[in-house]
Nanobody, 126 residues
Framework: QLQLVESGGGLVQPGGSLRLSCAAS????????IGWSRQAPGKEREEISC????????NYADSVKGRFTISRDNAKNTVYLQMSSLKPEDTAVYSC???????????????????WGQGTQVTVSS
């Protein structure tokens, strides 16, 4: 099973920014599309973004589009989620996982293969 470890969460004020990292352990991330999801207490998991293995295709949920940016550095075996203009409703545990792609190599953020990671807590509060 692919091992991915999330980091970078914390407490931030509304309007602030954070950058999350999803690091691969024991394997090379180059061949895998990666997705991010989040889960707030008492709510269902929400898939929010994904990036293809090459980085050439990205996708975002409407709730984060224009505020979050996903990227990857295959040399560092890491995928990033840059979050800006954060809102209290962004408070959640953020997790990453490898995701399926379609025939056009477009990642499918709602289709993880394997479990979502344990995640990193992001709290947006004044």
């Amino acid at each position: 099973q692919l091992q991915l470890v999330e980091s970078g969460g914390g407490l931030v004020q509304p309007g602030g920014s954070l950058r999350l990292s999803c690091a691969a352990s024991g394997f090379t991330l180059d061949d895998y599309a990666i997705g991010w999801s989040r889960q707030a207490p008492g709510k269902e998991r929400e898939e929010i973004s994904c990036i293809s293995s090459s980085g050439g295709f990205t996708n975002y949920a409407d709730s984060v589009k224009g505020r979050f940016t996903i990227s990857r550095d295959n040399a560092k075996n890491t995928v990033y989620l840059q979050m800006s203009s954060l809102k209290p409703e962004d408070t959640a545990v953020y997790s990453c996982a490898s995701v399926f792609t379609n025939a056009q190599d477009m990642c499918i953020m709602t289709a993880p293969f394997g479990a979502w990671g344990q995640g990193t807590q992001v709290t947006v509060s004044s």
